[in-house]
């Protein structure tokens, strides 16, 4: 009996972020998910990056003996990759990336993992977690100190301990698992396990294809408010004998698949994509052009024919719409006020330290905050695990909040500044 993977992968840039920092593949013989951090665009930048150099897997792949080295180096390279990216653009520095990925081994799978994306087995209907999370939260849940409950509300959930960013060396969990006909596997950033428990991620890949288990997924995290980009890469382990491949083009997804973050990328050479990403110029016009192309020319007569009552009936409705749409307005421009967070402003590498008045992203072209107070504090004089927590948004719940956050910040500045600095400064060995 030959063994072979069925997949399905999607990502969503969610309802807050402005962009998607997350890049997956899915193929035979590779699957990816990366989490890119940093803003600014660099997020995406390091996500792509990874996921384009390990792709280069599909190009030479390695024997048994040496997957689990050639998966150490590929993380290798990969820092090395983004090092090369900020090397030409030193605005990117700060950047970094988790990465996750699953490499298909006929009857065994093997499973490099940095950060915090997650990668699951569901075997026999039940759903276990094969990676542990690289954060700050997990270390003070290994130790005894919080519980999962607690992890899920705490103020440094997003803290991450590993990652790649291409100036530190990251060493990556691996290992080697059996693997069953029946298996399927998720891999998913934490925009995904951010706001659904197992036994909800369970519920909704337990059936069905993997294309219809990574929309239901991707599309509760949206119910749920998908305040972080959401990747989900999910294979089945089939019985491959007498059948061919589903799939001989990989799926890439988010920012990996992005023309526009591919061109910023020169240097970097992208794997073949078996999607057609809706921005390339190529992909045809607009859906409502062609619609209105297609409109016989008496449909159009018709609409300007109606009796003149269903004329004043249309100002009438339209009359109250705009009634309604300005109440609205007015309702969120009081809620937003009402917001507040600490974030970076400027680039990640030279910005500074500010406080925010409103919650981040954009609609329609339009920023949802504005800066309140620049407080002068460079993003580099932080700990790296400021910095990375900054890059992402601390939320507080108000304006005295957002102070108080900003104080402890200059505080924990001014440690690094001291003569003997604690670890986790910059230019002190780890």
Request: hydrophobic share 45%.
């Amino acid at each position: 009996m030959t063994l072979r993977l069925r997949y399905a992968a999607r990502s969503d840039v969610g309802l807050v972020r402005r962009d998607n920092e997350d890049s997956g593949y899915a193929s035979p013989r590779l699957l990816i998910v990366a989490d890119g951090m940093g803003g600014h665009a660099a997020g995406e930048l390091a996500s792509a990056t990874a996921v384009a150099t390990l792709a280069h897997l599909e190009l030479a792949p390695p024997q048994a003996s040496e997957v689990l080295a050639a998966l150490a180096d590929a993380i290798d390279n990969t820092g090395a990759s983004i090092r090369a990216v900020i090397e030409a653009d030193a605005e990117l520095a700060g950047m970094g990336t988790t990465v996750t990925s699953l490499y298909w081994m006929g009857e065994r799978i093997a499973l490099v993992h940095v950060g915090d994306s997650r990668a699951y087995l569901m075997r026999g209907g039940v759903l276990t977690q094969l990676t542990h999370d690289h954060t700050f939260v997990q270390t003070l849940i290994d130790a005894g100190r919080i519980t999962e409950e607690e992890a899920a509300i705490h103020p440094r959930r997003s803290l991450i301990m590993r990652a790649l960013d291409g100036l530190n060396p990251v060493e990556p969990d691996l290992s080697v698992r059996e693997a069953r006909v029946g298996d399927r596997y998720l891999l998913c950033s934490d925009g995904l396990s951010g706001v659904m428990s197992i036994d909800e991620i369970a519920e909704r890949m337990r059936d069905g294809d993997p294309t219809g288990s990574v929309t239901r997924l991707v599309e509760f995290a949206l119910e749920r408010g998908a305040p972080d980009n959401v990747t989900v890469v999910i294979a089945d382990v089939v019985d491959g004998d007498g059948s061919g491949e589903d799939n001989v083009i990989p799926v890439v997804v988010g920012a990996a698949g992005e023309p526009r973050v591919r061109v910023r990328l020169p240097n970097v050479a992208f794997p073949d994509d078996a999607q057609r990403d809706p921005d390339r110029a190529d992909s045809g016009g607009h859906a409502l052009g062609r619609l209105a192309m297609a409109l016989p020319t008496g449909q159009q007569g018709a609409v300007g024919a109606r009796p003149r009552r269903r004329r004043w009936r249309l100002i009438l409705v339209l009359g109250l719409l705009i009634a309604s749409t300005v109440m609205a307005f007015l309702v969120a421009n009081n809620w937003l006020h009402s917001r507040w967070y600490v974030a970076i402003n400027g680039s990640p590498g030279t910005g500074t330290i500010a406080i925010y008045n409103g919650i981040q992203g954009s609609m329609l072209g339009f920023n949802l905050s504005t800066v309140s107070v620049d407080s002068g504090l460079t993003v580099g004089s932080l700990p790296f695990f400021d910095q990375e927590l900054v890059s992402k948004g601390i939320p507080a719940s108000d304006e005295t909040d957002a102070q108080r956050i900003v104080s402890e910040l200059k505080d924990r500045a001014a440690a690094c500044a001291a003569p003997f600095a604690p670890s986790g400064c910059p230019g002190v060995a780890p």
